[in-house]
Antibody
Framework: QVLLQESGPGLVKPSETLSLTCAVSLDSISSDNYWAWVRQPPGKGLEWIVS???????YYNPSLKSRVTISVDTSKNQFSLKLNSLTAADTAVYYC?????????????????WGQGTLVTVSS | QSALTQPRSVSGSPGQSVTISCTGTSSDVGVYDYVSWYQHHPDKAPKLMIY???KRPSGVPDRFSGSKSGNTASLTISGLQAEDEADYFCCSYAGTYILYVFGTGTQVTVL
């Protein structure tokens, strides 16, 4: 089964940029899937952040789009998230996940494999 | 887009059935048959349990079933077992403006 593992700093200062990486095992990052980031603030529900299709097309949560960058490193079989202008509201557990591409409109799918998540705290 | 509404917690004894509701709107759950459900044990990766409202991935016990009526989707766990104690959350496709909306999450307790 596909394995995903997030990595990044546990603590980031306000106004700085968060950088997270998701290492993918037992599947190629170039396979016909979407690769996504989802987060869960403490005590709250999950929030979809962004999805990247292996073709290169990205889809963003409109509320975060202006601050988010997603990219792929095929040589390392991993993908990354950058979130800038951080505030305390960005404190959350961040998950990476795989979304099968089903040949229809983007999003008509589900998250079939997830990482365990990494807690990011935004604080000075 | 608001989060989908789930009960904060449900509980049942071993062998009983519990149902978790996931209420959305006519812009997500009500109009698309792309509801999925996930099981999440603390400090573990979430696990896909149901997709496309009522389909089970390979390996998921048939004790887990999904359904939908109007703007509300439901996950039923029949024959509750101790290992089913976990958090469960739903997710729906919500259109091209925002692809996915998630539920608020439900804690299932096996008494």
């Amino acid at each position: 089964q596909v394995l995903l593992q997030e990595s990044g700093p546990g603590l980031v200062k306000p106004s700085e940029t968060l950088s997270l990486t998701c290492a993918v095992s037992l599947d190629s990052i170039s396979s016909d899937n979407y690769w996504a980031w989802v987060r869960q603030p403490p005590g709250k529900g999950l929030e979809w952040i962004v999805s990247l299709w292996s073709s290169g097309t990205s889809y963003y949560n409109p509320s975060l789009k202006s601050r988010v960058t997603i990219s792929v490193d095929t040589s390392k079989n991993q993908f990354s998230l950058k979130l800038n202008s951080l505030t305390a509201a960005d404190t959350a557990v961040y998950y990476c996940a795989r979304v099968p591409h089903r040949g229809a409109a983007a999003g008509i799918s589900y998250f079939d494999y997830w990482g365990q998540g990494t807690l990011v705290t935004v604080s000075s | 887009q608001s989060a989908l509404t789930q009960p904060r917690s449900v509980s049942g004894s071993p062998g009983q059935s519990v149902t978790i509701s996931c209420t959305g709107t006519s812009s997500d759950v009500g109009v698309y048959d792309y509801v999925s459900w996930y099981q999440h044990h603390p400090d573990k990766a979430p696990k896909l349990m149901i997709y496309d409202v009522n389909k089970r991935p390979s390996g998921v016990p048939d004790r887990f079933s999904g359904s939908k009526s109007g703007n509300t989707a439901s996950l039923t766990i029949s024959g509750l077992q101790a290992e089913d104690e976990a958090d469960y959350f739903c997710c729906s496709y919500a259109g091209t403006y925002i692809l996915y909306v998630f539920g608020t999450g439900t804690q299932v307790t096996v008494l």
